[in-house]
Structures are given as C-alpha cells and as structure tokens.
C-alpha cells in the first residue's frame, strides 16, 4: 500500500513553510491513499505492544504498525503504552520486583507503580505482557504471560522479515510517549529513537516511517537537532495541552497554528471526536472543519482511536447493553473516512482494512 505524500523535516524546510492546498484523491487512488494503522499492532485481539500484536497486525492488512516508545534504566528503547509497566505485564505478581514500586510525578500527575526505567533491558525481559484493559477484553487474558516486552529493534527486526514474507513492505509508526519526563530524567528518547532508524536504513525520504508525538517542542528538536529526514506527526487531544508547553491543542489547531506546524510536521493525530464530537446524547455530530483546515496548511489527517467494542462506539453504533460485545464499528469507520481523512489509527486492523473498501 502506497504511503501517503508526507514530506520529511528536511523537505519542509526546503517549502520555506509555505500552506499547501491538499487534494483528496477519488475514487480507487482514495482508496488507495488511506492509511490503516495497526494501534498498539492489533491490540483488539492480542495483548498490546507484543510481538504477537505487531504481527496479528501486519497479516490483517494494516499498512503500519505503531509502537509506543520507552526506555529501560540502561538506555534501551520498549514499547509500552506508558513507562508505568503494573497495568501492562506481570511485575506486581513478581515479588523479587516489590520493592521497586514507587510513586513518581509523571507529567505533573503523582503515579504509583513499576516503572521501565528502573528496570534494565535484561530485568524487564523477564516478565510477561497482560491485556492493558481485562474487563472489556476478556479474550484477550487468554494470552495474559506469553509474551515479552519487545524493544523497538526487535520491532523493525519483525517488520523486516514479515515484508518479505508478506511480499508488502511495512510501515511503523513510533510514538515517543513523555519525552520530557524522560529527558528530565537524563534517558533523552530522541537520540536512541534517530540512532536506531538510521542504523536500521530508515531515516531517509521515502522510508515507510512516521514518528508521532502528542509534544510539539519534541518533534522540533527532530527536525532541528536531529536533522530527521522522515516525516513527523503531531497528536492532539480534545482537551488541555502538551506537558510543559504554554500553548493548548486547541492553539495549535487555529488555521495560523497548523501553517506554523507546517514548517515541521507534515501530519497530524487528533483524537477522533476533533474530526466528529459527539452530541450530549453520546451520537455522532456534525465534523468540524479540521480536517479541511489542515489539508489547506498541507497538513495529513490520521485520528485516533477506533475500536470494535460498544463501549469506545457512538451510542447510535452500539449493539446491545453489553460494553465488551462489539457494535457496528465498520460504520463508525466509514463515516470517519468520509471525512477526508488520510488513514486511522484502530486496534482491529481488519475492520478498517474493509472500511476502506467501502469508502
């Protein structure tokens, strides 16, 4: 599946910033455009951010897949959710591990539990993933201590031998997650995330690589210290801001903030209700004009995050009273791409993959 026209950092500098008014292709080139990425791999069916999901992903059809980066005590790159590993592995059950329980200020916010960096590479491979969210997905604690915590290479490392096996080659889509809270803590993401790409041959134009971040001050200092040649993403959520930044989403996202995102972004990842809020009733309302505001800043649209359960659905798409029971998620799908949107993030690759035929 073709990417879509990102342009790296390097290709931005050369537009001198300049808006871009976006086209929407029709028809099959539309089709073809879309980006389906594989959210935590396909984390509706196999625990999130393993291998196992990685891969699950990949054979579904989805174009990207998407890990979430942090780091261990001695400088390697995992992928979790969050650097607080209690909610995602096994650490609370292991008791040689108690005593590293601690509360810590995570991006202004007290946090009790394990974290990854006061594990080292060789600790954190002793234990095993859990599903992140049991209670609406059950099927999912089938799997619940078979699996390891990846790191970022054993990632590109899978991604490299399922492109060939699948004769497709595949995307990933890497999210750095608090990157000041590391920075702070003196285990930077940035270096070890460009250091890893490069040596992989996959910082370069034309590489199936996008890097996200919901902080904007982290994505310049790719593009300006780092010289990163793949495109950058930034995330947006519906509310508040990014840590540390005087500037909230909603600034960023005004038709002067997203032509001065353009001078070092090249796409964005608002969380789904920016593209369509729900109404108080909990239906789908009317979209708003984000998606139209950021394709005239030359600016691609990927929102986040669709999922098969009643319980993440608009109340017009769920199927029964049951929350874990999946509801009419390809329609919600749909009518999101309908939009004009570029792609979607999911968790059940295989719902958009067949969403995007029907567009």
Same mark, same amino acid.
């Given at each position: 599946?073709?990417?879509?026209?990102?342009?790296?950092? &390097?290709?931005?500098?050369?537009?001198?910033? *300049?808006?871009?008014?976006?086209?929407?292709?029709? &028809?099959?080139?539309?089709?073809?455009?879309?980006?389906?990425?594989?959210?935590?791999?396909?984390?509706?069916y196999r625990p999130?951010?393993?291998?196992?999901?990685?891969?699950?992903?990949?054979?579904?059809?989805?174009?990207?897949?998407?890990?979430?980066?942090?780091?261990?005590?001695?400088?390697?790159?995992?992928?979790?959710?969050e650097p607080e590993?209690?909610?995602?592995?096994?650490?609370?059950?292991?008791?040689?591990?108690?005593?590293?329980? #601690?509360?810590?200020?995570?991006?202004?916010?007290?946090?009790?539990? %394990? %974290?990854?960096?006061?594990?080292?590479?060789?600790?954190? /491979?002793?234990?095993? *993933?859990?599903?992140?969210?049991?209670?609406?997905?059950?099927?999912?604690?089938?799997?619940?201590?078979?699996?390891?915590?990846?790191?970022?290479?054993?990632?590109?490392?899978?991604?490299?031998?399922?492109?060939?096996?699948?004769?497709?080659?595949?995307?990933?889509?890497?999210?750095?997650?608090?990157?000041?809270?590391?920075?702070?803590?003196?285990?930077?993401?940035?270096?070890?995330?460009?250091?890893?790409?490069?040596?992989?041959?996959?910082?370069?134009?034309?590489?199936?690589?996008?890097?996200?971040?919901?902080?904007?001050?982290?994505?310049?200092?790719?593009?300006? #210290?780092?010289?990163?040649?793949?495109?950058?993403?930034?995330?947006?959520?519906?509310?508040?801001?990014?840590?540390?930044?005087?500037?909230?989403?909603?600034?960023?996202?005004?038709?002067?903030?997203?032509?001065?995102?353009?001078?070092?972004?090249?796409?964005?990842?608002?969380?789904?209700?920016?593209?369509?809020?729900?109404?108080?009733?909990?239906?789908?309302?009317?979209?708003?004009?984000?998606?139209?505001? *950021?394709? #005239?800043?030359?600016?691609?649209?990927?929102?986040?995050?669709? #999922?098969?359960?009643?319980?993440?659905l608009p109340a017009?798409?769920?199927?029964?009273?049951?929350?874990?029971?999946?509801? /009419?998620?390809?329609?919600?799908?749909?009518?999101?791409?309908?939009? &004009?949107?570029?792609?979607?993030?999911?968790?059940?690759?295989?719902?958009?993959?067949?969403?995007?035929?029907?567009?």
């Amino acid at each position: 599946m073709a990417a879509p026209a990102l342009a790296g950092p &390097g290709e931005k500098a050369a537009q001198t910033g *300049a808006a871009q008014t976006a086209t929407t292709p029709a &028809g099959n080139g539309r089709k073809a455009a879309l980006l389906i990425v594989g959210h935590r791999g396909a984390s509706g069916y196999r625990p999130e951010h393993t291998l196992a999901s990685y891969e699950l992903a990949a054979r579904m059809g989805a174009d990207y897949m998407e890990p979430d980066l942090v780091i261990t005590k001695d400088g390697v790159l995992v992928c979790r959710h969050e650097p607080e590993i209690g909610g995602t592995t096994d650490v609370a059950s292991r008791p040689e591990f108690a005593d590293r329980k #601690r509360t810590v200020v995570l991006d202004g916010v007290s946090v009790t539990g %394990w %974290w990854t960096h006061d594990f080292t590479l060789p600790e954190l /491979k002793t234990l095993r *993933a859990t599903e992140r969210i049991p209670a609406i997905r059950q099927q999912n604690t089938l799997y619940d201590g078979r699996f390891e915590v990846p790191t970022f290479q054993e990632v590109l490392d899978l991604r490299k031998r399922l492109s060939k096996e699948l004769d497709r080659e595949l995307g990933v889509f890497p999210e750095t997650k608090h990157p000041t809270y590391f920075k702070n803590l003196g285990l930077a993401l940035e270096g070890p995330l460009v250091r890893t790409l490069r040596r992989n041959g996959l910082d370069r134009r034309g590489a199936k690589v996008f890097v996200q971040s919901f902080e904007a001050t982290n994505l310049r200092e790719l593009a300006d #210290r780092y010289r990163i040649q793949v495109p950058l993403v930034f995330l947006t959520g519906a509310s508040g801001g990014p840590f540390n930044d005087p500037r909230s989403y909603a600034d960023y996202l005004t038709p002067a903030g997203l032509r001065e995102l353009n001078d070092y972004v090249s796409g964005l990842g608002p969380e789904k209700g920016q593209i369509i809020p729900r109404k108080a009733d909990g239906t789908l309302g009317t979209p708003t004009s984000l998606v139209r505001d *950021a394709h #005239r800043a030359g600016l691609k649209v990927i929102p986040y995050t669709f #999922r098969a359960e009643n319980s993440f659905l608009p109340a017009e798409l769920r199927v029964g009273a049951d929350p874990s029971a999946y509801g /009419k998620a390809i329609d919600e799908q749909v009518t999101f791409l309908r939009t &004009g949107i570029d792609g979607l993030f999911t968790d059940n690759p295989d719902v958009g993959v067949l969403a995007r035929t029907l567009v």
